[in-house]
């Protein structure tokens, strides 16, 4: 499906570019690429030209845009990795000596090809349902960020847990940084790197509403788990994770974005969210959550489902303030994989215990799925859709291209 397609003409090459000035070296590009075509050093992520075949399977999970960008070359002059790792910013496009108009189009047709293809090959939306609210996003970047002063910064699992997992409140004065449900920020931590370059953004979802966490506020929260072991469980001290978790009340923080502009919620009346989580990945599903319960009485009346993951009862961020929500408000369903005595269960588990309803609700053309966490949920997540659809005589492949298309299937797993 991502097969690369033959340029219109030889001669020119529409260049694939990382945008340094917005880029926060999340490596999401990296992981992505099938090809092995993006790498970083310790300044910048660049895309190698002449292994890159415009497959694009690495412009939807950027968080802030900084992939989706394009320079017309001549082929032969292509810039290289090496000078793409000394950049502060992207060069201003060549004059390549012939017309321009010709060597776009020449260029052009393959990545329009590449993107018609892409749309079938990624898993979740590109877009955002059509109800949502319009975004702003890259209002603050590098060389601009704003300050916020910590508001409040509160642990929500349960002490003497292996998960310490931060509620961290940050004020913007009169600073604007609006939001919507379901975006994200970036935190510029102090100090340099090993290196001796400052450290890079590291991007944090929000966990509050379009309206503040403290309503009528300019303020957003975030759920920041401490980073004690790597993947491997090696002991390592997370720079950004633990720079948070240590913030008292008046610090102030440098902050960049917003970023995201597809998941987000509906705003229509009647919509239905189905929220699919574990860990932090909770932080968006809060946001919306919280945006729908402060909008009871006011038309916003369609159903909320939420399965949450978390290892143990005492891991799961929020759990005291889930319990106290309303019976009738979201129907919660929890998933715990290491609770002693217990087998192991998963959000997964959860879903197949619920056919019944998700089906109803794959059905009903108001309902929009979300999914936030850790990367090896996603496979399993999208099984049991594709399961519980064909039981209840769904077309899957069709229902899933069309979820898709619609902006009513989001993924944001890492």
Known sequence: M?????????AVLKQH????????????????CPVDAITHDGTNYVVDAGKCNLCMACVPPCPTGAIDNWRTVLRQEAYSIEEQFTWDELPAEKALGLNLETAAESAGPQVLAQESLLADAVNGSQVPPWSASHPYVNLYGHKNPVTATVAG??????????SDTHHIVLD????????????????????VDESGRAHHARQYSIASPRDGERPGYNNVSLTVKRVTVDHQGRPVRGVASNYLCDLRKGDPVQVIGPFGASFLMPNHAGSHLVMICTGTGSAPMRAMTERRRRRRGQGESGKLLLFFGARTQQELPYFGPLMNLPKDFMDINFAFSRTPGQPRRYVQDAMRERAADLAVLLKDSNTCFYVCGLKGMEAGVLEVLRDVAVQYDLDWPALHQQLKREGRLHLETY
């Open 17 to 32: 570019l990382i945008d340094p000035e917005i880029c926060i070296r999340c490596n999401t590009c990296e992981e992505t």
């Open 153 to 162: 910064n509160y642990r929500v699992t349960e002490a003497g847990t292996d």
């Open 172 to 191: 913007f004065g009169n600073l604007p940084f609006p939001v919507l449900e379901g975006q994200s920020l970036g935190i510029l931590p102090p100090g």
């Open 2 to 10: 991502n097969a690369a397609l033959p340029a219109v003409s030889p």
